[in-house]
C-alpha cells in the first residue's frame, strides 16, 4: 500500500522548485494532491500530468499573501476532497540582496506578506480544516531561518518567522492531532535561486555545504514527504536542515 494512499495534500507554491518535486512525490505515492499557486499556466500543466500518471489531482490559482484567496483555496480543497492531511506551506519569494539600511519599506512588504503573513493565513485555514481529522503541517523556510545571511535581513527575518509560528501552533496544536513541522533548507536547484544565482550557481555551491554541492528538491521534498508520514509520528515542532551540513 502506496504510504499516502487516501490522503489529501494540499501544496502551496506547488507549480515550480520544491513545491513541484513534493507534489510529484506524493502524488507518485498515492496522495491527491492540491497544487496552489499563482502560476496558473505551470500549476495545470502539472495537475493535468499528475492527474494522468497517478489518478487525481488539482491545481487552484491562488496567492498566498492574499486572505480571501487563502480562504477559498481551503474552502475548495474541502468541497471537492472533504479533508486535508497534509499541508505543506512553501510557497516564497527570494530577495534581492541589499544592505538592510538601504531596503525600501515595499521590499519588507512584499516578501512577508508572502513569506511569513502567506504562512500564517495558511496555517489558519489548514488548521480549523483538520481540527476534526488530524493531520499534518509543514512549514518550508530556510538555513536562512537559522543562521543570519548578509545583505538578506528581510528574507532572513521572514524565514526566522515561519520557525516562530511553526513551534507556537505546533505546542497549540498537537493535542487535536496535528503535527506541525518545518523543514530549513540550504541551497537548492530551483528556478528561485537559478534566476538569482545564474552563472555564478556552480562555484557558490562548492563553497556552500560541506557536502561541497548543491541540494536537488527531490531530496527536500523526500524529507517533507517523510514528516507528513506516520513514519514521524512522534516529531513535533521541529526544524530541520536539509542543508548538506550548511549549518552544521
Ligand atoms: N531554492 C532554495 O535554495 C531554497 C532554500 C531555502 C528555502 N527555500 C524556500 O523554498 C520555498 C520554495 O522555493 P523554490 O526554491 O522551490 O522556489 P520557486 O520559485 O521554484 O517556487 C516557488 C513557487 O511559489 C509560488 N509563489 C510565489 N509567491 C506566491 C504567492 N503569493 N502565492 C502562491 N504561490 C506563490 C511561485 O509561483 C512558485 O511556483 C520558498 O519558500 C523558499 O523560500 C528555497
Avoid at 62 to 73: G, Y
Avoid at 176 to 186: F, L, S
Avoid at 209 to 227: D, H, M, Q, S, T
Wanted: aromatic share 4%; glycine share 10%; with cysteine.
Amino acid at each position: 500500500m502506496p504510504r499516502f494512499s487516501g490522503k489529501v495534500a494540499l501544496i502551496t507554491g506547488g507549480a515550480s522548485g520544491i513545491g513541484r518535486a513534493t507534489a510529484e512525490l506524493l502524488a507518485r505515492e498515492g496522495a491527491r494532491v492540491v497544487i496552489a499557486d499563482r502560476c496558473r499556466e505551470e500549476g495545470d500543466a502539472l495537475a493535468a500530468r499528475l492527474r494522468h500518471d497517478h489518478g487525481d489531482a488539482l491545481f487552484i490559482e491562488s496567492d498566498v499573501a492574499c486572505p480571501a484567496s487563502v480562504e477559498s483555496l481551503v474552502v475548495r480543497t474541502m468541497h471537492e476532497y472533504g479533508r486535508i492531511d497534509c499541508a505543506i506551506n512553501n510557497a516564497g519569494l527570494s530577495e534581492t540582496p541589499i544592505d538592510m539600511i538601504d531596503a525600501p519599506d515595499e521590499q519588507w512588504e512584499r516578501l512577508m506578506s508572502v513569506n511569513l503573513r502567506g504562512v500564517w493565513l495558511s496555517m489558519q485555514h489548514e488548521i480549523r480544516a483538520m481540527l476534526a481529522t488530524g493531520g499534518a503541517i509543514v512549514n518550508v523556510s530556510s538555513r536562512t531561518g537559522l543562521v543570519g545571511k548578509p545583505r538578506l535581513a528581510i528574507y532572513t527575518a521572514g524565514k526566522h518567522g515561519v520557525l516562530g509560528l511553526t513551534r507556537s501552533a505546533a505546542v497549540d496544536y498537537a493535542r487535536h492531532g496535528i503535527r506541525i513541522n518545518a523543514v530549513c533548507p540550504g541551497l537548492v536547484r530551483t528556478p528561485f535561486v537559478e534566476t538569482k544565482y545564474g552563472d555564478r550557481l556552480p562555484a557558490l555551491a562548492h563553497s556552500m555545504n560541506p557536502l561541497g554541492r548543491i541540494g536537488e528538491p527531490e531530496e527536500i521534498a523526500e524529507c517533507i514527504a517523510w514528516l507528513c508520514s506516520d513514519a514521524a509520528s512522534f516529531v513535533v515542532g521541529v526544524a530541520l536542515p536539509v542543508d548538506g551540513g550548511a549549518v552544521a
